[in-house]
C-alpha cells in the first residue's frame, strides 16, 4: 500500500513533441505528490508538485495532472528539448512529516 | 544546486567493513533525510533526523546508523557492509519537519566488493 508505481520504464520523443509519464498510488492518506527530475551523476531535483485539492498544476511546460478518484497522477513536458532527456521519478508522501515513497523513475530521452 | 552537500562523492569498500557518509544541510534546514537508491531504482527512505533526534525509519536493518549535528549536519553508518549495500546514497534537507519540501545532495556512490 506504500508503493507507488510508475510508467513507463522509459519513453522517446521527439524534439518538440510532448512527453507523458504516469504514476499510480494505493494509499489514500498521500497528500502530497512531487515530481523529480535527476541526471547522471547528480541528486534528484525538485520539479513541480501538488497536492489532491487540485486537478491540475502548471509551471512553464511541465503539468501535472491529478485524478483522485482513480488514484493516479502525471508529468507533462510540453515542447520537450534534448536539455529534458533525464530520469524522472514520481513520489508520495503523507502529513508532510513523512518520507518520500518514490516511483521507480523513467528515463526520458528527447531526439533531436 | 540545492546547497546540500554530501562526502565523499565516491567510496570502494569491502565486505563486511563499516562506512561513515556525510551530509551539509541546507543553510536554515534543521531536518536532514537519507535515502538508498539503487541502480536503476527510485530512492529509498533509510531514515530522518529532526534536531539530533531520529523521527522516521524505513525498512533498513540497525546496521544502518545516522547520527545530526548542533549544526544540523548528519552522518549515515553502515556497518557490517553487504555486497547489496552498493548504491548511491543521497542526503535531502528541509526547513522543518513538518514542510514538504526536501532537496537532494548530490549523493555518495558506494561500492562493496
Known amino acids: 500500500q506504500q508503493q507507488v508505481k510508475q510508467s513507463p520504464q522509459s519513453l522517446i520523443v521527439q524534439k518538440g513533441g510532448i512527453s507523458i509519464i504516469n504514476c499510480a498510488y494505493e494509499n489514500t492518506a498521500f497528500d502530497y505528490f512531487p515530481w523529480y527530475q535527476q541526471f547522471p551523476g547528480k541528486g534528484p531535483a525538485l520539479l513541480i508538485a501538488i497536492r489532491p485539492d487540485v486537478s491540475e498544476k502548471k509551471e512553464g511546460r511541465f503539468t501535472i495532472s491529478f485524478n483522485k478518484s482513480a488514484k493516479q497522477f502525471s508529468l507533462h513536458i510540453m515542447d520537450s528539448q534534448p536539455g529534458d532527456s533525464a530520469t524522472y521519478f514520481c513520489?508520495?508522501?503523507?502529513?508532510?512529516?513523512?518520507?518520500?515513497?518514490f516511483g521507480q523513475g523513467t528515463r526520458l530521452t528527447i531526439n533531436p | 544546486e540545492t546547497g546540500v552537500t554530501q562526502s565523499p562523492t565516491h567510496l570502494i569498500k569491502t565486505r563486511g567493513q563499516q562506512v561513515t557518509l556525510r551530509c551539509s544541510s541546507q543553510?536554515?534546514?534543521?531536518?536532514v533525510s537519507w535515502y538508498q537508491q539503487a541502480l536503476g531504482q527510485g530512492p529509498q527512505f533509510i531514515f530522518q533526523y529532526y534536531r539530533e533526534e531520529e523521527n522516521g525509519r524505513g525498512n533498513f536493518p540497525p546496521r544502518f546508523s545516522g547520527l545530526q549535528f548542533p549544526n544540523y549536519s548528519s552522518e549515515l553508518n553502515v556497518n557490517a557492509l553487504e555486497l547489496d549495500d552498493s548504491a548511491l546514497y543521497l542526503c535531502?534537507?528541509?526547513?522543518?519537519?513538518?514542510?514538504?519540501?526536501?532537496?537532494f545532495g548530490p549523493g555518495t556512490r558506494l561500492l562493496v566488493l
Open positions: 513520489a508520495a508522501s503523507m502529513g508532510g512529516a513523512q518520507k518520500l515513497v
Open positions: 543553510s536554515g534546514h534543521n531536518t
Open positions: 535531502a534537507s528541509r526547513r522543518g519537519h513538518l514542510q514538504e519540501t526536501q532537496y
